[in-house]
């Protein structure tokens, strides 16, 4: 009886709760929404570990995911300065984007010499120009919407729009570009397509 | 997206309409019996002469208007995602790849062929703005400078026969490599 009763009373201990920082350690991991930014799902691709590698396996080449969000830049407009930069090496992309125009040339520089740093801070990178970008994206921002006025007392609702980058910087030098297809190889593919086809429900 | 407020430009359209109604009904009127308001004329003449210039330069008008309206370029369908995604992919709209990047022999930064390196002009610019500060400080004041030439002498420089006539600005520092003397 007092066995199972100090054991049930075992649990409630107040001073095990104030110990702790904060007053319910556990329970903000699964919330949606809480009053911080969420964890983006591109930074928690940083925190995956591998198990240790055997001893005759090629080595896996180091990946670095970083971003940047809510940028105040068009996503449409800032995918092309992601298209120019995919698959170049990181000298390549931080020259390029040095000479560009663009206002969002600037933003993305920036993100890449962060990432080149974490790289070789966290991520045992040996050479930091020893990275290529294997993936660029952008995303849209949270809009909002506000008011522009124009003559007559006319009015129209415009967005404010806003956009994130995303970048995964991979070890090694950048993969050799692809040869453009030519009709041939697709006309080749087209019927190696049909001709892999079965009948379905038949004999 | 443009929103209009109904009042002013509903009336202006009723007006419009009102006035073409009342000259739709003369009109009609005067086809077939003579109008109620008007003088009835013995001589079966047509009594409404001067309407129908009135009339028919705004019908016009108004014809005109509405027509213009309609004949204006306006898109049939909505583009879709596919059309829009092949026009704005276009090679010729992508970023090109630039080919004049080079490096800078002075300062290793990265320069465009036809341009001056930015670093290296950063670095010149400021040197010369510390020198005019001093030219500044000699002066006096705006609008004071001398009609003679001025020479610059860095830490441990003294003038020369050829530096005679000239006005001497002194920097406390040591000479920067990439100013040569004389």
């Keep these: 009886g007092n066995a199972c009763v100090r054991g049930l009373l075992g649990w409630a201990r107040p001073e095990r709760w104030l110990a702790a920082s904060s007053l319910f350690p556990l329970s903000c991991i699964h919330t949606s929404c809480t009053a911080l930014q969420q964890i983006g799902k591109w930074e928690k691709k940083n925190r995956i570990v591998y198990p240790p590698q055997l001893p005759g396996e090629p080595r896996r080449p180091a990946e670095i995911y970083h971003c940047r969000r809510e940028i105040k830049y068009s996503k449409d407009n800032m995918w092309y300065l992601a298209k120019l930069i995919k698959g170049m090496s990181i000298d390549q992309a931080l020259a390029q984007l040095e000479f560009s125009d663009k206002k969002g040339a600037k933003v993305i520089k920036e993100v890449l010499l962060e990432a080149q740093e974490l790289a070789v801070k966290k991520h045992n990178v040996e050479f930091k120009s020893n990275l290529h970008i294997a993936e660029s994206t952008t995303g849209r921002g949270r809009y909002t919407k506000r008011i522009r006025y124009h003559a007559k007392g006319m009015f129209g609702i415009m967005k404010i729009v806003r956009c994130h980058y995303f970048v995964k910087l991979v070890e090694g030098p950048p993969p050799p570009p692809e040869p453009p297809k030519s009709g041939f190889d697709q006309a080749k593919e087209y019927v190696q397509q049909l001709r892999s086809r079965t009948l379905v429900n038949t004999l | ?182």
């Design chain 2, 1 to 182: 997206l443009v929103v209009v407020y109904p009042l002013p430009r509903l009336r202006a359209l009723l007006q419009r309409c009102w006035q073409r109604l009342e000259s739709g009904l003369l009109a009609g009127f005067s086809g077939g019996q003579s109008p109620p308001w008007g003088p009835a004329l013995a001589v079966q003449a047509p009594a409404f002469l001067p309407q129908p210039v009135h009339d028919t330069n705004e019908s016009n008008e108004a014809a005109s208007l509405l027509d213009s309206i309609l004949w204006m370029a306006v898109p049939k369908k909505r583009r879709t995602i596919e059309v829009n995604r092949c026009r704005r992919r276009n090679p010729n709209k992508l970023i090109k790849v630039k080919t004049n990047i080079d490096v800078c022999p002075e300062c290793g930064n990265l320069k465009q062929k036809h341009v001056l390196c930015g670093y290296c002009y950063a670095k010149v610019k400021a040197e010369t703005r510390l020198i005019r500060k001093e030219m500044y400080k000699q002066e006096g004041g705006p609008f004071n400078a001398p009609t003679i030439e001025t020479v610059v002498l860095y830490d441990g420089e003294k003038p020369t026969e050829k530096d005679a006539g000239k006005r001497i600005i002194e920097r406390a520092r040591k000479r920067p490599s990439w100013f040569a003397q004389n």
